[in-house]
């Protein structure tokens, strides 16, 4: 890749180019792509999060989950790019969560979660002395519809799903999930789909360091983080996608 | 009572859930201690589709905390893409309430209507206590009228029955009651919606 001079359009995120686009915005975007994997399912039997994680010296806590969060009690979120744009939106999505069980005495919607991170999202797209999230956020949970993924991204544009990932191998991920995914897959299914496409995109073999899962139960209705042993028995159930694979 | 409080109009509402929905009921008369201000007092109003509330105490708060509350509950429609709970409802209205617990709106409601979870009635004190119930009344009228529906109510009722029952329950109130009387205005809610009915009391 030769060198590229910079436009005018580049640097105030404010401008428009004249083709109509907004550079910074567009740029927010790499830190997501080239982030770790992050997948989130809806199904009959609830919802999955599964996410990569990278630890970057052997003496981390790898069993503290970075990039798999608690929302509220019936929700949870995966995320991918820039970390610690990443948690401020985690924060918030948590002190939204509380203040809609304070104003309606009601869990907060999947959806609604989903429109309020992007709405922080779009203020930083569209002021002067800011730069946009680097991050991109897959919230899942169960509410009054049932199971529910959104995906919220730098650019303030929010998504539902039914599947989505996100990251480095989103490519990789989103055409396994378009043939393998079914809506009436139970949990254990679906934690398996899951699990397998990130060994699709993970290097060497799944590891307790390496990946963090978790559960909205349609039963239970409550988020619940995986445990390493959980995981190791779905990575077993995983195989049953390879066998079907014939790439 | 009238001579503790001559600046609150007194009222007879009521709210019943019977088998088919929700009714609210209020009399019309506004009186200032031995003045009737007006025999047209509207004091029921419509919150969302298929929820409503029905008030008593000062005509002032409760049309604004009405007002508030609508459009609360509009928002909340659209943002969730559904219709409101009951319970969502009433505890906008709690919130609004308990916010101004020192300089308190001097109403009392009973918010009534039907959603997911079915039928249902809460009554709401001016400090925004929220006591979910099936039958209630609120008021000046109330210990009379409340009278009344302890001894007849039933939880299967009919509407028709059920609407029976509110219109004998405020004529006896406002037989007694010198604060309420001109008149009831209705809303029956049901799930196909709402209906809005004035009833003479002769």
Same mark, same amino acid.
């Given at each position: 890749?030769?060198?590229?001079?910079?436009?005018?359009?580049?640097?105030?995120?404010?401008?428009?180019?004249?083709?109509?686009?907004?550079?910074?915005?567009?740029?927010?975007?790499?830190?997501?792509?080239?982030?770790?994997? !992050?997948?989130?399912?809806?199904?009959?039997?609830?919802?999955?999060?599964?996410?990569?994680?990278?630890?970057?010296?052997? @003496?981390?806590?790898?069993?503290?989950?970075?990039?798999?969060?608690?929302?509220?009690?019936?929700?949870?979120?995966?995320?991918?790019? @820039?970390?610690?744009?990443?948690?401020?939106?985690? +924060?918030?999505?948590?002190?939204?969560?509380?203040?809609?069980?304070?104003?309606?005495?009601?869990?907060?919607?999947?959806?609604?979660?989903?429109?309020?991170?992007? +709405?922080?999202?779009? @203020?930083?797209?569209?002021?002067?002395?800011?730069?946009?999230?680097?991050?991109?956020?897959?919230?899942?949970?169960?509410?009054?519809?049932?199971?529910?993924?959104?995906?919220?991204?730098?650019?303030?544009?929010?998504?539902?799903?039914?599947?989505?990932?996100?990251?480095?191998?989103?490519?990789?991920?989103?055409?396994?999930?378009?043939?393998?995914?079914?809506?009436?897959?139970?949990?254990?299914?679906?934690?398996?789909?899951?699990?397998?496409?990130?060994?699709?995109?993970?290097?060497?073999?799944?590891?307790?360091?390496?990946?963090?899962?978790?559960?909205? +139960?349609?039963?239970?209705?409550?988020?619940?983080? @995986?445990?390493?042993?959980?995981?190791?028995?779905?990575?077993?159930?995983?195989?049953?996608?390879?066998? !079907?694979?014939?790439? | 009572?009238?001579?503790?409080?001559?600046?609150?109009?007194?009222?007879?509402?009521?709210?019943?859930?019977?088998?088919?929905?929700?009714?609210?009921?209020?009399?019309?008369?506004?009186?200032?201690?031995?003045?009737?201000?007006?025999?047209?007092?509207?004091?029921?109003?419509?919150?969302?589709?298929?929820?409503?509330?029905?008030?008593?105490?000062?005509?002032?708060?409760?049309?604004?905390? *009405?007002?508030?509350?609508?459009?609360?509950?509009?928002?909340?429609?659209?943002?969730?893409?559904?219709?409101?709970?009951?319970?969502?409802?009433?505890?906008?209205? *709690?919130?609004?309430?308990?916010?101004?617990?020192?300089?308190?709106?001097?109403?009392?409601?009973?918010?009534?209507?039907?959603?997911?979870?079915?039928?249902?009635?809460?009554?709401?004190?001016?400090?925004?206590?929220?006591?979910?119930?099936?039958?209630?009344?609120?008021?000046?009228?109330?210990?009379?009228?409340?009278?009344?529906?302890?001894?007849?109510?039933?939880?299967?009722?009919?509407?028709?029955?059920?609407?029976?029952?509110?219109?004998?329950?405020?004529?006896?109130?406002?037989?007694?009651?010198?604060?309420?009387?001109?008149?009831?205005?209705?809303?029956?809610?049901?799930?196909?919606?709402?209906?809005?009915?004035?009833?003479?009391?002769?």
């Amino acid at each position: 890749m030769g060198f590229v001079p910079p436009s005018a359009y580049d640097r105030a995120i404010t401008v428009f180019s004249p083709d109509g686009r907004i550079f910074q915005v567009e740029y927010a975007f790499e830190p997501v792509r080239k982030g770790t994997t !992050a997948i989130g399912m809806a199904c009959n039997g609830g919802v999955v999060l599964a996410v990569e994680e990278r630890p970057f010296s052997v @003496l981390q806590d790898v069993n503290v989950p970075q990039k798999l969060f608690q929302i509220d009690e019936h929700v949870g979120a995966a995320v991918a790019g @820039l970390m610690g744009d990443a948690r401020i939106m985690v +924060d918030q999505a948590r002190i939204y969560a509380q203040s809609n069980r304070l104003m309606y005495d009601e869990p907060i919607g999947i959806e609604v979660l989903g429109k309020r991170a992007g +709405d922080i999202a779009q @203020l930083y797209t569209q002021h002067a002395g800011v730069r946009p999230f680097g991050a991109s956020i897959i919230f899942a949970g169960i509410d009054k519809t049932g199971s529910r993924v959104f995906l919220s991204e730098p650019s303030g544009a929010y998504w539902g799903f039914k599947a989505v990932a996100i990251g480095a191998g989103a490519d990789v991920v989103k055409p396994i999930l378009e043939k393998e995914y079914r809506e009436d897959m139970n949990l254990d299914e679906a934690a398996a789909l899951a699990l397998y496409c990130l060994s699709k995109v993970m290097e060497g073999k799944l590891e307790p360091s390496k990946i963090k899962m978790a559960f909205v +139960d349609k039963e239970t209705k409550k988020f619940r983080i @995986l445990s390493w042993e959980e995981i190791e028995k779905y990575a077993k159930k995983a195989n049953s996608f390879k066998a !079907a694979d014939r790439g | 009572m009238a001579h503790e409080y001559p600046f609150i109009p007194g009222a007879t509402t009521v709210g019943v859930v019977c088998k088919e929905g929700v009714i609210l009921a209020a009399e019309k008369r506004v009186a200032y201690g031995y003045l009737v201000l007006s025999k047209a007092g509207k004091k029921v109003f419509k919150l969302t589709d298929k929820i409503g509330a029905a008030c008593a105490g000062m005509v002032a708060d409760m049309q604004m905390l *009405a007002k508030e509350v609508a459009a609360y509950a509009s928002l909340h429609t659209m943002e969730t893409r559904r219709a409101a709970s009951v319970n969502a409802v009433a505890k906008v209205m *709690a919130n609004i309430l308990f916010e101004r617990r020192l300089f308190p709106l001097l109403t009392q409601t009973i918010i009534g209507g039907v959603d997911d979870e079915g039928r249902r009635i809460v009554v709401l004190d001016p400090l925004g206590s929220l006591i979910p119930d099936k039958y209630a009344c609120v008021g000046s009228g109330a210990e009379i009228a409340t009278g009344v529906l302890e001894s007849s109510y039933r939880e299967d009722m009919t509407l028709e029955e059920a609407k029976e029952l509110v219109i004998r329950s405020i004529k006896v109130a406002t037989a007694r009651d010198i604060q309420s009387g001109d008149g009831a205005d209705f809303l029956i809610i049901t799930g196909e919606g709402m209906k809005e009915e004035a009833v003479e009391l002769k």
